[in-house]
């Protein structure tokens, strides 16, 4: 998940794409940054995955108050920042599990080092 103003970005590992697990682990990431900014979440962009375009995915934003925008089926150019980004994720998990030596029991940690790392990055 990333911020669109501030790039701050956010990874949460899913056991499965079922839709109480996606919503569940939505749900929380929205209360933890409605408690740190003081601010209210208004838009959220997703691609058009099952796992995201529901009836319960539908009420919980309508609940909310939040606006659902979708990009369109397979067209990866409507959300090429959030694409760069997962390739930089990638490739520095990669770059650093191959460096070190890791196993990839590790490759989660390692993923969570790098996304930790960019956030202190400045963004131009």
């Not at 962009?45 to 319960?56: F, T």
């Not at 980004?85 to 990839?104: D, F, K, Y």
Request: hydrophobic share 35%; proline share 1%.
């Amino acid at each position: 998940m990333m911020d669109g103003f501030s790039s701050y970005q956010t990874v949460a590992f899913l056991k499965s794409k079922l839709v109480k697990v996606t919503l569940n682990v939505f749900k929380s990431f929205h209360t933890k940054t409605k408690h740190q900014t003081g601010k209210r979440l208004r838009r959220v962009r997703l691609d058009m995955g099952k796992e995201w375009y529901n009836s319960a995915w539908e009420h919980y934003c309508d609940e909310q108050g939040l606006d659902f925008e979708f990009t369109t089926l397979y067209a990866h150019q409507q959300n090429s920042t959030v694409e760069q980004l997962m390739q930089t994720i990638l490739n520095g998990t990669q770059m650093v599990m191959a460096e070190s030596g890791l196993s990839m029991k590790y490759w989660a940690d390692t993923i969570q080092t790098v996304v930790y790392v960019q956030n202190l990055l400045p963004n131009f």
